[in-house]
């Protein structure tokens, strides 16, 4: 985008928003060359990309279906209808600022689990093991022995730290 300021041709993206409902995306930019800010409005072609099946077929991508997913994952968790959608909203802004006509299920499923992972750990394995099941076991299983060896160095740290501090102990004369 030309600098309305200075004519350079190169900026950075400092923010991307969706109007809701619209065709628009709001781009923030700045000139690398003079640091003026200034906003640009791009029209979208596709608004939403095909999301590729697994077995081959193709279906309009679909937000409501992430956001049951999620929910089912989160059942009992405490996580609220906000975060939930959220997930669902930044992987729908993704999709489509990326302005790709095609996405496959394996990818939204990635972006699911990663964003998952950062919210609730319980909710987060319980999508990976339904995701999963169906695509690839073997990865699940190498998932689940991460997070578990994890956990147990973890333990071990503080097991260890214990030991230490009644060694410690033990070899303080008074
Ligand atoms: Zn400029």
Known sequence: MKCPEC????DKVIDSRLAKDSSVIRRRRECLSCKTRFTTYERIEETLPYVIKKLGYRELFDRKKIIEGVRRACEKRPISVDQIEAVADAIEQELIERQEKEVSSKYIGERVMAALRQIDDVAYVRF??????????????????????????KERQ?????RRDEEQGIQDPH
């Open 7 to 10: 004519g350079a041709i190169d």
């Open 158 to 162: 503080s097991r260890h730290d214990v």
């Open 128 to 153: 990976a093991s339904v995701y999963r099941s169906f695509r690839d076991i073997e990865e699940f299983i190498t998932e689940i022995k991460e997070l578990s060896e994890l956990k147990e160095a």
